[in-house]
């Protein structure tokens, strides 16, 4: 257990329709990151926060977007659903940006699937 | 552009010894790490290399040549439970992590 949580484990939803995904980092982490996995690929990078601020954007769609509330936990929001969208959704968190050594310890994941 | 190459999938026996490669070109270089994932689970922390030369941990060690732009990362005494895909990830001048597609390794009996 790597001490970071994600809700909801899995969601079914619908093309169009709007879904939030939440994470909480592990106690005494800053950074939040956001990873999309889809089925046999590898990890994409979506954006990072560190304590409340975006600190780095990858490949995130402007359907997507994400924010770090004061209480560290973080929330990725996803619109106008595709297909393409379905994907295991990854949370990670670590103690600081910046830093040589900062590892980053993953969430369990969400699996969305868009029908 | 950055880059970082490993081979998709490897196959290798209970038992045995097996090395995966990683090369990388990124700008900059802050670090190496390597996780492992089991299909449909989170990525798990492996190992850590920011100096070159070879860092041991129980089965599994990680080595590092910054001047050839490489790593590996080496299983002893495989376990059908080591059946996974591994991921390089390297550290770039942003202390952003570029990740690699991760090379799937199956374990036969």
């Known amino acids: 257990d790597s001490g970071v949580t994600q809700t909801p484990k899995h969601l079914i939803t619908a093309t169009g329709q709007r879904v939030t995904l939440r994470c909480s980092p592990r106690s005494g982490d800053l950074s939040v990151y956001w990873y999309q996995q889809s089925l046999d690929q590898g990890l994409q990078f979506l954006i990072q926060?560190?304590?409340?601020?975006?600190?780095a954007k990858g490949n995130i769609l402007e359907r997507f977007s994400a924010q770090q509330f004061p209480d560290l936990h973080s929330e990725l929001n996803l619109s106008s659903l595709e297909l393409g969208d379905s994907a295991l959704y990854f949370c990670?968190?670590?103690?600081?940006?910046?830093?040589?050594?900062?590892?980053?310890?993953f969430g369990p994941g969400t699996r969305l699937t868009v029908l | 552009g950055q880059n970082i190459d490993q081979p998709t999938e490897m196959t290798a026996t209970e038992g045995a010894i097996v090395q995966i490669n990683c090369t990388y070109q990124t700008s900059g270089f802050n670090g190496l790490f390597w996780y492992q994932q089991h299909a449909g689970e989170a990525p798990t922390f492996l190992s850590y290399n920011v100096l070159d030369g070879l860092e041991e941990k129980g089965r599994f060690s990680s080595f590092l040549s910054r001047s050839k732009g490489y790593s590996y990362l080496l299983l002893k005494e495989l376990q059908m439970k080591d059946s996974a895909s591994y991921l390089c990830a390297v550290r770039d001048s942003n202390y952003q992590l570029i990740w690699g597609a991760g090379t799937k390794l199956i374990i036969k009996p």
């Open positions: 990670a968190s670590s103690v600081e940006a910046g830093a040589r050594t900062d590892t980053q310890y």
């Open positions: 926060y560190y304590n409340g601020e975006e600190r």
